[in-house]
């Protein structure tokens, strides 16, 4: 494919890459479905990944098409500095034609080059509507200098905009799992302060105190402490003499 696209034809293509990604899949199985699909759809992509982090917090590799792509990328969070994370912090694209000569990214080039011997990158921030606390970027690999060219980026582009609902999907997942288990938990503690505080006749707080010695004690879960007492209506031993 050369050129540029008709309005039409950027349509179907988009709509065509849709179809090779299965939204009743896991999240991230989709993701990493995601990436194999920019290392066989887009000119020059030798392989793939992509980061994930949040407003404030370290950015880490979710998904990588080989492990070379999370060693290139982790020369970059320990830098702060490179396509990727430029990509990110400036919510735009970066595409670099060869890292040997580039002046924007001198240190990591020559990381990336004498450790991975990739030389080429093209990555994409990808855009969350519904997340703005979500920062996430799809970025591809390449041994070959001036690997992407302006079809490699139209194609790119298509692929970051079905992976920006991807990996807010994920997120979405994630954040509903952890809150399942939260109120799992949430409820266990509750019962088991409810138990304690029949059983001694103690406060709800002292209840509590209870849980958080036995946790302490044990090096165990507070959450698993109080769901040992609600299963057996006993506090595990804790410290109740002087030695």
């Not at 065509?16 to 896991?26: A, K, S, Y």
């Not at 690997?147 to 970051?160: M, N, R, V």
């Not at 997120?171 to 949430?186: H, I, T």
Request: net charge negative; proline share 3%.
């Amino acid at each position: 494919m050369t050129g540029s696209l008709s309005l039409a034809e950027l349509s179907d293509l988009f709509t065509e890459i849709g179809t090779e990604l299965d939204p009743q899949e896991e999240p991230e199985a989709v993701l990493a479905r995601l990436t194999e699909l920019a290392t066989r759809r887009v000119p020059g992509a030798e392989y793939a990944g992509v980061t994930l982090g949040h407003s404030g917090q370290r950015f880490t590799t979710v998904a990588a098409t080989d492990e070379l792509v999370t060693r290139v990328d982790e020369i970059q969070y320990e830098l702060n500095s490179g396509p990727c994370v430029d990509a990110l912090l400036d919510a735009t694209t970066y595409k670099v034609g060869d890292l040997r000569t580039d002046p924007r990214w001198q240190e990591f080039g020559r990381r990336a080059v004498e450790r991975t011997g990739i030389v080429s990158m093209l990555s994409f921030r990808l855009y969350h509507e519904r997340n703005g606390d979500l920062i996430t970027g799809l970025n591809m690999y390449s041994h070959q200098a001036e690997a992407f060219d302006f079809t490699s980026e139209t194609i790119g582009l298509l692929i970051a905009t079905h992976g920006a609902v991807v990996a807010e999907r994920a997120e979405a997942q994630q954040k509903a799992q952890n809150l399942a288990v939260a109120l799992q938990n949430s409820r266990e503690i509750g019962v088991a302060m409810g138990i304690l505080m029949n059983a001694g006749r103690i406060t709800k707080d002292q209840a509590f105190d209870l849980l958080r010695i036995a946790s302490q004690h044990t090096h165990r879960k507070l959450a698993e402490i109080a769901a040992e007492v609600a299963q057996t209506g006993l506090l595990p031993a804790v410290p109740n003499r002087r030695s």
